[in-house]
Each structure stands twice: as C-alpha cells, then as structure tokens.
C-alpha cells in the first residue's frame, strides 16, 4: 500500500513520511514530524513539534502529540519526542517533548497502549510494552520501566520511578518510587505485595516468583533498618537476577521515597 494522504488532512512540506503511511481526514502534520513506515494516523490527530514516531505506530482521532510541553519553565527550547515503534496511541492522548530541566527529551518506547486521556509529560522515559489505562497521567520526568500496566484515572507524581512490571492500581495517586513486580493502590497510593498475576502471565517461573517474594517479605519486615535489609536481601539472594534487579532499583533511587507497604504488612 502507497501512502495515503487525505485531501483534507495539512502536512507540512518539511515533515519526513515513511513508506506506506496513512493520514486520515483532518489531521495536521508540523514540519520537524519524522513518521516511520507504516504509521497510521487515524483522523482529526496533531503531531507537532520536534517529533519521531516508529513504524507501525497508529494514532487515533483528537490525538495531541508533540505540542508545547505544560511547564512554565519551557521557553521555546528544541526538545524533542521520540515515539518507538506498534504503539496504539488512542483517543484524546497528549504527549509532550521534553525540557531544558530534563535534558530536552521525553521518550516512549515500542509495543505500548495508551487509552483514551491518557497522558506522558515532558520529560518522562516510558518503557516497551506498558499499558496506560484511560485517563492515566504522568507527571514531568517520570521513569516507567517495561511491561507496567497503570491503572485508569491513576496519577504519577513528577520524578516517580516505577519499575518492571509494576501494577499501578486505577485511581492510585503515586507520590513515591515503586518497586519492580510490585503492586500499589490507593487514593495515596501504598505497596500492596507484588505483581503475581502478571509475572505468571508473562511465563515467569516459579521458583524466580518464590524469591521475589521472600525477599520482598524480607525488604519490608519491621525488623531494622531498610539499609540494613537491603543488605540482607542482596547477599542471600544474589544469584537471583530478579531478585538484583530489585535491589539495583532501590539502592539507586534518587529524589523521591520509596513507596511502602501500609503499617510495614
């Protein structure tokens, strides 16, 4: 199939359309855009600014994509959003390029779901394979590892890192670091266990699913201090890749707490 351009549908002269692209109806396509191959557009969808978007990638209708980050600080600045590749960017999404303050690039990776309303600010770093349920949103500079799933109307405080395969449950406000596999909820959102049913989905084995959660029980015991079960957790597992791509996570966090189970259960 040749690429398609409706008659209705502005593409800047300048922009760079891959093979076999489709632009449907209405659509506005600004002159720094780079669509890969087989893009679609759907209708009525803007992409805009210093954009690239994979091959493969379909944009569905009111779609804002690339447009002048939500941040004061910006003034202008050429960032940049680079979009990867079979993404399913559905209705009403915004994206947005990065920042001065964040190093001038907000990116998303291949294989993701963002439903309607959902939201990727500037600055942010979103992994392959993660699902935004409608109206998820992610504050400037948030960290989203590969195969999280974020649940509907769910809010991610700016400088949030949410590790592999992380559940974030719908309406959870999540102010603090969450921890690879794990699982959060809540109107302020606390760490209620692990992800056990998507690490089973995603062919995790039994005995990885095990250690995962001692050391888990073993992190976020009573006893000591978190420097001190750290510690514990890194020695008595460190065979265990699963296992040191959690410690890794926590020894490494930055600007925000780590989110923690309620009463320490």
């Known amino acids: 199939m040749a690429t398609q351009i409706h008659a209705t549908a502005i593409v800047d002269a300048k922009a760079k359309i891959g093979a076999d692209v489709e632009i449907g109806p209405y659509c506005v396509v600004g002159p720094d855009v780079q669509l890969g191959d087989k893009v679609r557009l759907v209708a009525h969808v803007v992409v805009d600014g210093r954009t690239t978007m994979g091959a493969g990638t379909v944009v569905y209708p009111f779609a804002s994509i690339g447009q002048r980050p939500q ?41 993701g779901l963002f439903m309607v309303g959902s939201h990727v600010a500037h600055d942010c770093n979103v992994g392959n394979n993660v699902i935004m349920a409608n109206n998820a949103t992610l504050a400037g500079h948030v960290v989203v590892g590969d195969f999280v799933v974020i649940g509907g109307l769910a809010a991610v405080h700016q400088f949030v890192r949410i590790g592999p395969h992380a559940m974030i449950g719908g309406m959870s406000g999540v102010e603090n670091d969450v921890i690879p596999y794990g699982m959060v909820k809540g109107e302020r959102a606390h760490l209620a266990g692990l992800n056990i049913v998507g690490l089973e989905r995603r062919g995790f084995g039994r005995d990885d699913i095990h250690a995962l959660r001692s050391a888990y029980r073993t992190l976020f015991s009573k006893e000591g201090t978190m420097a001190e ?28 707490a780590l989110c923690q189970p309620h009463n320490g259960e």
């Open 71 to 111: 941040d004061l600080k910006y003034h202008g600045e050429l960032s940049a959003l680079e979009i990867g590749e079979n993404n399913q960017i559905r209705e009403h999404v915004t994206m947005n390029p990065g920042t001065e303050g964040g190093g001038m690039l907000t990116r998303v990776g291949n294989n």
């Open 229 to 256: 079960r750290l510690e514990d957790v890194a020695q008595h597992y460190a065979s265990k890749t699963l296992v040191d791509g959690m410690v890794e996570f926590v020894r490494s966090r930055a600007s925000r």
